[in-house]
């Protein structure tokens, strides 16, 4: 079987500089496709300078956002006959190890289109693990920044729980985050990869709602980790426009929701957007 990992990167060249050196040392990843969202970063030097046939380096003429970024890369892997593919942000850390087992389980379980496992957060647990597929009043709720801190830790609590008390090696669930996981090619072909209608955001429960509708299942592994050292402003958000968009493309085209739900996300929207300002600005460096 064919192995490959898709790396998207946007303005992070140390960081995907060193994923990618990593990757090189797992030998049971075929390809490395990197993909570069039109960032200012000199990614032409770098693949010079490594000149490795085991890197596809593709330059996107724009930005083009997390889900058609990284689709770019999906579709490369199965044209070249890869089987298995791995999305990895670049500010994650696995060892050779943790692809091992993802590969395993997804070659033993044919029904997951998606495996992950437990993830630290900048070096600690306080992280969800996974979550449910948004329902609308979640959706709603999001749009104020107290709903999503309680939904936040809710499931930070919850997840890790979950995952403490779990007498199996890996737990059957809803969705995973996107900054690291494995997947079955053919079954993502089949559901026809990320949804581009978002930019940044909500990409994992779109994937995991389109894999559902099809009967197939996410896994979350217990035996394995990976680290995510993501930078983050915990007050406010710069890009909640995006968040808002994503989140509303959800609600419109997989929850289907009717005009007065629509009117009343409209509204909330317009109150988070107006409250992100403010906390923003309140608190930026």
């Known amino acids: 079987m064919r192995v490959g990992i898709v790396i998207l990167n946007y303005n992070s060249y140390e960081l995907t500089c060193n994923l990618v050196n990593e990757c090189l040392k797992i030998s049971l990843i075929d390809k490395i496709v990197l993909i570069d969202n039109n960032s200012n970063d000199k990614f032409d030097d770098f693949t010079v300078k490594m000149s490795n046939n085991k890197i596809k380096y593709i ?25 298995y593919a791995f999305i990895a942000n670049p500010d994650t850390i696995f060892e050779y190890a943790t692809i091992k087992k993802i590969l395993e389980f997804l070659e033993k379980n044919q029904k997951y289109g998606v495996a992950s496992c437990m993830r630290t957060l900048n070096g600690t647990k306080n992280t969800g693990q996974f979550w449910t597929i948004p329902i609308y009043t979640q959706a709603l709720f999001e749009s104020i920044y107290i709903g999503r801190k309680i939904q ?14 779990a007498n199996k090696d890996y737990l059957n669930v809803e969705v995973v985050g996107g900054a690291f996981f494995g997947c079955n090619l053919e079954i993502i072909h089949e559901i026809n990869y990320f949804d581009e209608g978002t930019f940044l955001w909500y990409e994992e429960n779109i994937l995991s709602y389109k894999l559902r509708k099809k009967g197939y299942n996410v896994a979350l592994l217990r035996t394995c980790t990976y680290e995510h050292n993501h930078k983050r402003n915990g007050h406010g958000n710069s890009n909640f426009k995006v968040f808002i968009n994503s989140k509303r493309h959800f609600c419109k085209k997989y929850l289907k929701i009717g005009l007065l739900k629509n009117i009343l996300l409209y509204i909330f929207d317009f109150i988070g957007n107006i409250e992100n300002k403010i906390i923003y600005n309140l608190f930026k460096e």
């Open 59 to 83: 330059k996107n003429t724009e930005n083009s956002g997390y889900a058609k970024g990284n689709n770019i890369g999906l579709r490369y892997l199965k044209s070249i006959g890869c089987k």
């Open 152 to 165: 936040s830790l809710f499931n930070i609590k919850h997840s890790n729980k979950v995952c403490a008390k």
